[in-house]
């Protein structure tokens, strides 16, 4: 078997952002990667947003985490695990920020041999110790062959 295993996926997300009064949604269909490496499971995929730099996204799936990492105008890396306030970055040309996620829901289900999957995350990012938005990610992925629902 080969150290690294390479899917192509159709990606569905739908990200609900909440900062102060405001929500906004965000929502894409895209093609991307499910990569099988070392028994460790990874989503990438570029984001193309009106008036943005592409930004390269990665999701690692862990045993009982997951981690974002988003690469574009800016680096931002996020951790989440269950009912934990963990540490969080966001790299801008001005600097550096230190956030925390803490993650009120999140529930993960992949199944390799269908090369499929969703994901489900709640999340509050804070700065200082101060919500600084509430975060909902419904992310879903399968086979670029499949039809996702």
């Not at 966001?90 to 529930?107: E, F, I, N, R, V």
């Not at 509430?134 to 629902?149: G, T, V």
């Amino acid at each position: 078997m080969p150290d690294t295993e390479k899917k192509i996926v159709m990606i569905r997300l739908k990200t609900t952002v909440k900062q102060n009064d405001d929500t906004e949604t965000f929502e894409f269909n895209i093609g991307g990667e499910l990569l099988i490496k070392q028994h460790a499971i990874f989503l990438r995929y570029t984001e193309i947003i009106a008036d943005q730099s592409p930004t390269q996204v990665l999701f690692k799936f862990e045993k009982d985490a997951v981690r974002l990492h988003r690469v574009g105008d800016s680096t931002t890396k996020l951790t989440f695990a269950l009912a934990q306030r963990l540490p969080a970055y966001y790299q801008t040309p001005a600097g550096q920020m230190q956030l925390m996620t803490d993650t009120k829901m999140m529930t993960v289900d992949v199944d390799l041999t269908q090369t499929q999957g969703t994901l489900a995350l709640s999340y509050q990012l804070y700065a200082h110790d101060t919500i600084v938005g509430e975060y909902d990610i419904q992310l879903q992925f399968a086979d670029k062959s499949s039809k996702l629902n």
